[in-house]
């Protein structure tokens, strides 16, 4: 992932004393919302397959 290898030149440059730790915050900002986004659109694939499992009538009975 691109903004992981961003977040280890930010580290790297901030461990090295050529960058600023606002660098490397931004870094770790930026992959966290990358990981944030890639976890939201997998909750989304798992949710649409439930639903199409259930319009194709999948075997689920109504709750007690």
């Known amino acids: 992932m691109a ?3 961003v ?4 580290h790297n440059r901030y461990a090295n004393g050529y960058a600023s730790y606002l660098e490397e915050l931004d870094a770790q900002r930026t992959a966290f919302d ?3 986004g890639v976890l939201q659109l997998r909750a ?3 949710a649409a397959h439930v639903d199409l499992y259930r319009a194709l ?3 689920w009975t109504p709750a007690p």
């Open 3 to 5: 903004a992981g290898e």
């Open 7 to 10: 977040l280890r030149v930010a």
């Open 57 to 59: 009538g999948g075997g």
């Open 44 to 46: 989304s694939l798992l």
């Open 34 to 36: 990358a990981d944030l």
